[in-house]
């Protein structure tokens, strides 16, 4: 059985040491709903799926609710864990999910099993399929199914923020532009209208764009708008009637996905171009006024930057609740070969939160 009251670092350990692909939770599901319902009395625990849910009932003025997804991306040679200690970067933990996020998993089971008097009651929500289609994500199952589990005053998701505290996120928004043309033979290329040639306005509007940065509670969310595929062509003698590029959109949480689809329209305003919208996810104002939101930016001395990206911290703001993002690990090794953690953080990282929630 995990050792919930084992030190987090050697926790993440075993963590990693149980594979757990996105669709394949069952078996580290089971082991985490075993250890909470033997380590840790006094939480009302229940499974839905591959998630495991845990709650305490202390009666405490507010709720904090810690979240973190048990699943990985397919392991690449990088199981089980090893720990290695060098000299540019210490004591390091490696091995798939040490960073997307078992490192997190890791401290809020610990705590689960150690806080004895919490000043928040605590709800933990451990998920399955994050790192996949959204609509098998377990946290949206969740809300659907069982909605008046992710009540709360403050929601912590254990991302990897290299042990800063991330708030909120930013929405994505993705469109097709189109430019149509006319069919001709390449040997006669002036009877017809190159499609490719006439998203060049498009690429130039892209090129010329300046993002908008905007602060929110202290927090500097900078858009950017970026071509991310080009599709078009028929065959190596055809001049194209039509092609399209793809465009993202990361907006900053102050716009809703309507106004950011308006302003992307209004960056092709006067192009005869079709602008069709395919993807589309909101983003997660920091909410860091709320009093207990603040209370952990105080806990962590003020160190806290937007959260760049979009994470389920949405699903909790889309409910009103101050979201933060807040776990070891650098978000640039998830889903790496080498993906490791500096076992410091995981330590530090459990520290802070232990003094937020005690006493």
Same mark, same amino acid.
């Given at each position: 059985?995990?050792?919930?009251?084992s030190?987090?670092?050697?926790?993440?350990?075993?963590?990693?040491?149980?594979? !757990?692909?996105?669709? *394949?939770?069952?078996?580290?599901?089971?082991?985490?709903?075993?250890?909470?319902?033997?380590?840790?009395p006094?939480?009302e625990?229940?499974?839905?799926?591959?998630?495991?849910l845990?709650r305490?009932h202390?009666?405490?003025?507010?709720r904090?609710?810690?979240?973190?997804?048990?699943?990985?991306?397919?392991?690449?040679?990088?199981?089980?864990?090893?720990?290695t200690t +060098?000299?540019?970067?210490?004591?390091?933990?490696?091995?798939?999910? +040490?960073?997307?996020?078992?490192s997190?998993?890791?401290?809020?089971?610990?705590?689960?099993?150690?806080?004895?008097?919490?000043?928040?009651?605590?709800?933990?929500?451990?998920y399955d399929?994050?790192?996949?289609?959204?609509?098998?994500?377990?946290?949206g199952?969740?809300e659907?199914?069982l909605?008046?589990?992710?009540?709360?005053?403050?929601?912590?998701?254990?991302?990897?923020?290299?042990?800063?505290?991330? #708030?909120?996120c930013?929405?994505?928004?993705?469109?097709?532009v189109?430019?149509?043309? +006319?069919?001709?033979? !390449?040997?006669?290329?002036w009877?017809g209208?190159?499609?490719? *040639?006439?998203?060049?306005?498009?690429?130039?509007?892209l090129?010329?764009?300046?993002?908008?940065?905007?602060?929110?509670?202290?927090?500097? &969310?900078? /858009?950017?708008? !970026?071509?991310?595929?080009?599709?078009?062509?028929?065959?190596?003698?055809?001049?194209?009637?039509?092609?399209?590029?793809t465009?993202?959109?990361?907006?900053?949480?102050d716009?809703t996905?309507?106004?950011?689809?308006?302003?992307v329209?209004?960056?092709?305003?006067?192009?005869?171009?079709?602008? /069709?919208?395919?993807?589309?996810?909101a983003?997660?104002l920091?909410g860091?006024?709320?009093?207990?939101?603040? #209370?952990?930016?105080?806990?962590?001395?003020?160190?806290?930057?937007?959260? &760049?990206?979009?994470?389920?911290?949405?699903?909790?703001?889309?409910?009103g609740?101050p979201?933060?993002? &807040?776990?070891?690990?650098?978000?640039?090794?998830?889903?790496?070969?080498d /993906?490791r953690?500096?076992?410091?953080?995981?330590? #530090?990282?459990?520290?802070?939160?232990r003094?937020?929630? !005690?006493?």
């Open positions: 059985m995990l050792d919930l009251h030190d987090p670092i050697a926790l993440t350990a075993a963590l990693v040491d149980i594979p !757990s692909e996105s669709r *394949h939770e069952a078996l580290i599901a089971d082991q985490v709903e075993a250890a909470l319902r033997a380590q840790a006094g939480f625990i229940i499974r839905d799926g591959d998630a495991v845990a305490t202390l009666g405490r003025p507010n904090v609710l810690l979240a973190g997804h048990l699943d990985t991306v397919p392991a690449a040679g990088n199981l089980p864990s090893r720990r +060098t000299a540019d970067e210490g004591d390091v933990l490696h091995g798939c999910g +040490t960073v997307d996020m078992k997190g998993v890791a401290v809020f089971l610990h705590l689960a099993a150690t806080l004895t008097e919490p000043v928040h009651d605590l709800t933990c929500v451990f399929c994050e790192e996949i289609e959204a609509a098998a994500n377990g946290l199952r969740i659907r199914n909605p008046d589990w992710l009540a709360a005053d403050l929601a912590i998701l254990g991302e990897p923020t290299g042990g800063y505290i991330e #708030a909120g930013q929405g994505t928004l993705r469109v097709v189109t430019a149509a043309g +006319t069919r001709a033979h !390449s040997a006669r290329s009877l209208d190159n499609a490719i *040639h006439n998203l060049g306005a498009v690429l130039n509007r090129s010329a764009y300046q993002p908008r940065s905007i602060d929110i509670d202290g927090c500097v &969310y900078r /858009e950017g708008l !970026s071509a991310v595929r080009i599709d078009g062509g028929v065959a190596g003698n055809v001049i194209p009637d039509a092609a399209s590029v465009v993202n959109f990361r907006f900053a949480p716009r996905p309507h106004e950011a689809l308006i302003h329209q209004e960056v092709f305003d006067g192009l005869h171009v079709k602008i /069709e919208q395919t993807d589309v996810a983003g997660a920091p860091l006024t709320a009093p207990a939101a603040a #209370a952990l930016v105080a806990a962590a001395d003020g160190q806290v930057r937007a959260k &760049y990206g979009w994470t389920d911290v949405s699903r909790f703001a889309a409910r609740i979201a933060v993002n &807040y776990g070891p690990g650098d978000p640039n090794l998830a889903h790496t070969v /993906e953690v500096p076992v410091q953080q995981i330590s #530090a990282v459990a520290e802070l939160l003094g937020f929630l !005690s006493p």
